[in-house]
T-cell receptor, first 114, second 117 residues
Framework: DTGVSQDPRHKITKRGQNVTFRCDPISEHNRLYWYRQTLGQGPEFLTYFQNEAQLEKSRLLSDRFSAERPKGSFSTLEIQRTEQGDSAMYLC????????????FGEGSWLTVV | AQTVTQSQPEMSVQEAETVTLSCTYDTSESDYYLFWYKQPPSRQMILVIRQEAYKQQNATENRFSVNFQKAAKSFSLKISDSQLGDAAMYFCAYRSRPQGGSEKLVFGKGTKLTVNP
């Protein structure tokens, strides 16, 4: 059973550029979550999907951020016109509604905006 | 909105000793989940232990146990027989029960645990 996979693991980009992160959840998991974590802080919720439907979005998810899960499997998180304040680790997680509600995390994608 | 507070930014323990990490939370809900997650340096976050609020019995997982005080909204983690591999950031997290509650985890700021040989 492979875990939650995220790609790329590290990304350095110039301010103003667009970046996209991909997340592959555990294969049978129908729920997928995105969190953001800055240094010295706990993860903050961004959004979550059940199958392909985006059911909840945080106010942290500004209009420069968009997430999709088109076929209910992998998900992408795109950040447009990146700003230095977007520098953080973006964590993906997944769970199964019948699995005791345990959420499993990936290793994260580090974004540095220069 | 729910909040989670971890008042100990850093803790240290001697190998083989016992350490307790503190967590308090604020909620108006009566049914929810509480979790402790461990995040080693540059590695993924893994679940250590979970507690359902409706259960009075404290959860245990091998060397890890919790002291869940619902009325006081307190959820501490006890690590017994500490090992070098226990060194990590530990995050306390809250989650509403489904059926109308938010699915998101609300995390505290974490406690960095150092284990001294």
């Amino acid at each position: 059973d492979t875990g939650v996979s995220q790609d790329p693991r590290h990304k350095i980009t110039k301010r103003g550029q667009n970046v996209t992160f991909r997340c592959d959840p555990i294969s049978e998991h129908n729920r997928l979550y995105w969190y953001r974590q800055t240094l010295g802080q706990g993860p903050e919720f961004l959004t979550y999907f059940q199958n392909e439907a985006q059911l909840e979005k945080s106010r942290l998810l500004s209009d420069r951020f968009s997430a999709e899960r088109p076929k209910g499997s992998f998900s992408t998180l795109e950040i447009q016109r990146t700003e230095q304040g977007d520098s953080a680790m973006y964590l993906c997680a997944s769970s199964w509604t019948g699995g005791g509600n345990t959420i499993y995390f990936g290793e994260g994608s580090w974004l540095t905006v220069v | 909105a729910q909040t989670v507070t971890q008042s100990q930014p850093e803790m240290s323990v001697q190998e083989a000793e016992t350490v307790t990490l503190s967590c308090t939370y604020d909620t108006s809900e009566s049914d929810y989940y509480l979790f402790w997650y461990k995040q080693p340096p540059s590695r993924q976050m893994i679940l250590v232990i979970r507690q359902e609020a409706y259960k009075q019995q404290n959860a245990t997982e091998n060397r890890f146990s919790v002291n869940f005080q619902k009325a006081a909204k307190s959820f501490s983690l006890k690590i017994s027989d500490s090992q070098l591999g226990d060194a990590a950031m530990y995050f306390c997290a809250y989650r509403s029960r489904p059926q109308g509650g938010s699915e998101k985890l609300v995390f505290g700021k974490g406690t960095k645990l150092t284990v001294n040989p």
